[in-house]
């Protein structure tokens, strides 16, 4: 169903007699070109009902006229005249859907010598062509719809359950036994080193002691024998001394750290009546 062909600018001397020939050419070379045009009845009641001239713009329009005419496409075209003197016919086609069938074609032609209408004839021929109008479906196209295909994993994927709940924090309470630990290890080590020390000091001073009083005579101390023994008197001695005092400090630190630490949970307590009075008895970790 053709909209009627619009007229933008024409050459002087261009009659409207010349316009209604034109229009009428403009039916006939479609029909030409392979498109099937409405009978006339058909086609003036749809303009008499469409009450519309935005057919340029609007493709809507286009629709609502191929539906009065019940037609499957709507046409527009109009034809132009440059200032340059080329005339120019633009076109396009929508179907009774909505859906371009043709997009927007232009065919420009310069006039010469020849009249403005038959330059105007020859250039709607080509834009039928360009439009393909002898090639559109007589019948709408059924659409297919592809349906998405399903593809099903390789491998089976088991869905991710839920993780169990983690463990409460273990919770650990200070009950001060590893300090009470340290500490009486290093009161029982320095225990030790102060004997070890005392028994050295003392074999020292014995040997010091037992040697008799000539050798003590610095004549005498200048044997060889007599160096020996003030000799390992002396080392005796002072090895003694050190391991005492390196023991006593040791184990002061150790009762320090002892004394300071948290005192042991009592786990039990008991009281047992006397004649004079009774006994209290505590039980517990130390």
Do not use: H
């Amino acid at each position: 169903m053709p909209f009627p062909l619009e007229f933008k600018r024409t050459p002087s001397g261009f009659s409207k007699e010349d316009k209604e020939a034109l229009q009428r050419e403009y039916g006939r070379l479609l029909r030409l070109s392979g498109g099937q045009v409405p009978d006339f009845a058909r086609y003036d009641l749809a303009l008499k009902e469409l009450k519309r001239q935005d057919c340029e713009r609007e493709d809507e329009c286009l629709v609502q006229l191929a539906k009065k005419a019940e037609a499957l496409y709507g046409l527009y075209a109009n034809v132009d005249y440059t200032l340059e003197g080329a005339v120019v016919v633009t076109g396009r086609v929508v179907r009774d859907d909505g859906k371009v069938a043709s997009a927007t074609q232009s065919v420009k032609l310069a006039k010469g010598k020849d009249a403005f209408k038959d330059i105007a004839r020859n250039a709607l021929t080509q834009l039928f062509s360009a439009l393909k109008v002898g090639e559109l479906p007589a019948v709408r196209e059924v659409e297919k719809k592809v349906e998405p295909v399903k593809v099903e994993p390789l491998v089976k994927v088991e869905p991710i359950k839920d993780p169990p709940p983690p463990l409460p924090p273990l919770v650990l309470e200070d009950t001060g036994a590893g300090q009470r630990s340290t500490g009486k290890t290093l009161v029982f080590i320095g225990g030790g080193v102060a004997v070890v020390g005392a028994i050295l000091a003392g074999t020292g001073a014995g040997i010091g002691y037992g040697v008799p009083r000539s050798t003590l005579d610095p004549k005498l101390a200048a044997t060889e024998d007599g160096a020996k023994t003030l000799g390992t008197a002396q080392t005796l001695t002072t090895v003694g001394f050190i391991g005492l005092g390196v023991g006593a400090v040791t184990g002061a630190i150790g009762a320090v750290i002892w004394g300071t630490a948290k005192p042991p949970p009592v786990s039990q307590v008991s009281v047992v009546p006397t004649a004079g009075g009774a006994f209290v008895q505590f039980g517990g970790q130390f």
